[in-house]
């Protein structure tokens, strides 16, 4: 009966809470943090600041987004150079830096509270466990996001000749699922 509950409070993962250790959670969140922290996620994960970023990229350190663009409250430009002016919807991601990168979906930046570049360990970590300031994911649905997402999915496969974090949006979904089932520590 143990074993039939746990298999239906983690739909698939084959992560069960009784079983995984906080040592393979904290390994867990070492991945995690891991993609979380490369220049691809946070040069768009931006704050208060507005600008995204090219840091990391072949640009140089601490280089923002080139033709002055800003986030602005709406997350997508409209107050000042909409991201769609070169970041059209498009089927086809495989361009070759440096064309803009596509997807097909509204480009956009996440909502300011996930603000990731810079922050310490402990500090996205904190952040992503509560649905307070995750924009309101539990575990589960913070790895069905990490799945669904075309945005996420692009960070993994950018198109030629761009970085990409280590592994797959798959990998980084079971991640997520097994920090959760240890009680997504921190530290």
């Known amino acids: 009966m143990r074993g039939l509950l746990c298999a239906l409070l983690i739909a698939g993962s084959g ?3 009784q079983t995984v250790t906080r040592e393979e959670g904290l390994a867990a969140w070492d991945r995690i943090y891991a ?3 490369h220049p691809r ?3 768009c994960h931006v704050g208060d600041q507005e600008a995204p970023m ?3 990229l072949g640009f140089g350190t601490g280089v923002p987004h080139g033709m002055g663009v800003k986030a602005d409250e709406s997350r997508i430009g409209a107050e000042s150079i909409p991201c769609r002016t070169c970041h059209v919807t498009a089927a086809g991601r495989d361009v070759a830096s440096p064309a803009a990168p596509q997807i097909d979906d509204a480009w956009r930046l996440p909502p300011v509270e996930l603000d990731w570049l810079g922050e310490s360990s402990a500090a996205v970590c904190a952040q992503l466990r509560d649905p307070e300031t995750n924009d309101g994911f539990d575990i589960a649905g913070l790895a069905e996001h990490l799945r669904s997402s075309a945005f996420v999915a692009w960070g993994f496969e950018p198109g030629a000749g761009r970085s990409k974090p280590v592994g797959s949006f798959e990998e980084m979904a079971r991640d997520v699922e097994l920090w959760g089932a240890a009680g997504s520590p921190c530290e």
Do not use: D, L, Q, R
Request: charged share 10%.
């Open 54 to 56: 090219w840091e990391g």
């Open 41 to 43: 996620c946070t040069n």
């Open 15 to 17: 992560v069960c809470a």
């Open 35 to 37: 993609v979380a922290s």
